[in-house]
């Protein structure tokens, strides 16, 4: 029952591990790279096309195989005193265990005792400590020497591989670090040939083990956690019962324990093979986040949202991909949240907690017909629960924002299967009134496509190059109005650009549509530039502003989304030719751009030979 227990004792820190991390991305630190700092500071670990091969050093940690601990999605790293105070504590904590699980596995390859690992790691802790800080002292000069100059990087690791053995050392002889870390460059040297096999076989064992991360979700976290810390725990007895032997051999005293043999009672064994499915599950309970459910508190308040995407839309492909419109959706979309009061002048520097939220989810529908399966995808409407961190952000004009770009926002795991693994950005206005849900595939880049208006009020997502239809952004807000929505239209705008008079009679039909005056104003005194005859009223851009919106007056909120939607679309205009006033040369068209009260036509003509805009005109 020995090797239970030691596999137990790995299995309990590397759950600790996950549950700090998790914490971490919550409260915004970040843990010290500290279990993988040998692996960097020796060059242990080899990759190859997304296969890891290493030694287990010590004791076998999931960063030896670079599998995440937490499902959590996390951005840049977070320094600061948190993560400092936190590291070091963990570090301490690290060090503790090491010295259990050395001191047991010692008397476990050596003897076949059980002893007490709790006196293990009072009796080794200090010369761990010892140890771990000059991993992680030595692991970040390798960094700074790495980036500075490569081959010298190198060289270092090289010689930092030399004094690998000294924690065996320590527990083997029961000597002063000071003392192993004199022995262990010369006895590596010694022994190299004796341990190279044991680490090939290692290297081959975990090159194995490293794939099963690419596993479904948790099973890519639970399988490698159990599957490693076994085949890890044989591994580094081996190790120790190999130096044992060899310093035996050579005259030097290996030390027994200095603790009686304990005699575990049935119950003890019992509860130990037990706890290995219980940390099992509570792993995928802390990798999936859910732990972090412990800090919400209080009543949350209902929004009700809508969708609004990009599209390869007509004025997208006329204006060379440089301009954005929307594809509006209404539907039973909500979130439920919990906001501090945004109004006062005093702001807080970051909100979290968690939301439950109310959309829709791409998922694959199978069904099958005779011999064959047809596959649809379809959208599901789903009730998701997001953690976020959201880091206060200042916009162009100086104003707040709170956005979890600098932050994180991810999906806890719940019901809704998509078809492939979705990421989440949340954005929320200044005064709080306005919430934001981006949700895209986590293959794509979101850098291009977030951007924030310049008063940091809303979330103007520019148009993926790659596949536009595939980012959903919601907004929710107490009471939805279409005059935010035509404020929201207009500071997406000031983003759009229309490089040539070619078809710029889409963006002219786009800005009308959205009732942005001043857009509008703006595309015809460059087409004016351009060379091209422009009839249309001689309006500044409050006046088109204010008729334009003026024509939603009587449309309820349902009525004027449709209609915004023709311009963030596929033939959302279709022209005609008006044949009696055409020729070989010159097509005249005839296109109606739709308002509640009415249409707004809008003519123009262009060569049929290279289809250059001559003329359009706008009816009053």
């Not at 308040?301 to 839309?313: P, Q």
């Not at 440089?322 to 006062?344: E, M, R, V």
């Not at 109005?481 to 929201?488: A, G, H, K, S, V």
Request: with cysteine.
């Amino acid at each position: 029952m020995a090797y239970t227990r030691l596999v137990v004792l790995v299995m309990a820190f590397e759950v600790f591990v996950t549950v700090v991390a998790g914490l971490g991305i919550y409260w915004g630190f970040s843990l010290f790279p500290y279990s993988q700092s040998l692996a960097a500071a020796t060059g242990a670990a080899v990759q190859a096309a997304g296969f890891h091969a290493t030694i287990p050093l010590y004791m076998p940690s999931l960063a030896d195989l670079k599998i995440p601990y937490t499902y959590l999605e996390t951005r840049a790293q977070s320094w600061g005193t948190a993560a400092i105070v936190v590291s070091a504590a963990v570090m301490a904590v690290q060090s503790f265990v090491r010295g259990m699980y050395l001191g047991g596995l010692k008397a476990w390859v050596l003897n076949r005792r059980t002893v007490p690992l709790i006196r293990c790691g009072r009796q080794y802790f200090s010369r761990m400590l010892a140890w771990s800080l000059f991993q992680n002292v030595t692991g970040l000069l390798v960094v700074f020497i790495g980036v500075a100059f490569i081959p010298l990087g190198f060289l270092f690791m090289l010689a930092l591989l030399f004094y690998s053995l000294t924690p065996y050392l320590i527990v083997l002889q029961n000597i002063s670090f000071g003392d192993a870390m004199a022995k262990a460059p010369r006895l590596f040297r010694r022994y190299f040939s004796t341990l190279f096999p044991l680490a090939l076989l290692a290297m081959l064992c975990t090159l194995l083990i490293g794939p099963f991360h690419l596993l479904t979700s948790p099973w890519g976290y639970a399988v490698p956690l159990l599957v490693y810390a076994s085949v890890g725990t044989l591994l580094i007895g081996a190790v120790m019962r190999r130096l044992a032997l060899k310093l035996t051999l050579d005259g030097a005293k290996v030390s027994d324990e200095p603790f009686r043999e304990i005699r575990a009672r049935r119950a003890i064994n019992t509860v130990s093979v037990l706890l290995v499915p219980v940390l099992v599950f509570a792993g995928i309970f802390a990798a999936s986040g859910r732990h972090i459910s412990a800090f919400e508190f209080g009543s949350k308040e209902r929004l009700n949202g809508f969708l609004y995407r990009t599209n390869f839309s007509d004025v997208f492909y006329a204006s060379q991909m440089n301009y954005t419109a929307y594809d509006f959706k209404t539907g039973d979309y909500s979130l439920d949240i919990k906001l501090p009061d945004l109004s006062q002048k005093e702001k807080p520097g970051e909100l979290r907690g968690i939301a439950e939220i109310t959309w829709q989810v791409n998922e694959e529908i199978r069904t099958v017909q005779g011999n064959s399966t047809r596959i649809d995808v379809k959208a599901i409407m789903h009730k998701s629960r997001l953690m976020y961190r959201l880091v206060r952000e200042t916009a162009s004009n100086g104003s707040y924002y709170y956005s979890s770009m600098r932050g994180t926002a991810s999906i806890l795991p719940g019901g809704e299967k998509p078809r492939e693994p979705l990421s989440v950005q949340i954005m929320v206005s200044g005064d709080g009134k306005h919430v934001f849900a981006l949700q895209y595939p986590s293959r794509f880049d979101i850098t291009p496509v977030f951007r924030v208006s310049d008063d940091g009020r809303y979330l103007i997502p520019a148009t993926s190059r790659v596949n536009p239809s595939d980012f959903h952004a919601y907004w929710f807000t107490a009471e939805p109005n279409t005059e935010d929505l035509f404020d929201m239209l207009a500071a997406k705008n000031k983003t759009n650009y229309m490089p040539t008079t070619n078809r710029a009679y889409l963006a002219l039909a786009s800005a009308m549509q959205e009732g942005d005056g001043r857009m509008l104003v703006k595309l015809l005194e460059t087409l004016k530039k351009g060379g091209v005859d422009v009839k249309a009223p001689e309006w500044d851009e409050l006046t088109w502003t204010h008729n334009l919106q003026n024509k939603y007056r009587e449309a309820n909120f349902q009525q004027t989304v449709e209609l915004l939607t023709k311009a963030g679309v596929q033939g959302g205009y279709e022209s005609k030719e008006i044949v009696d006033q055409s020729d070989d040369k010159i097509g005249v068209y005839r296109f109606e751009v739709p308002f509640p009260d009415g249409m707004l036509p809008i003519t123009y003509t262009e060569s049929k030979a290279d289809g250059k805009l001559l003329s359009v005109s706008i009816a009053e």
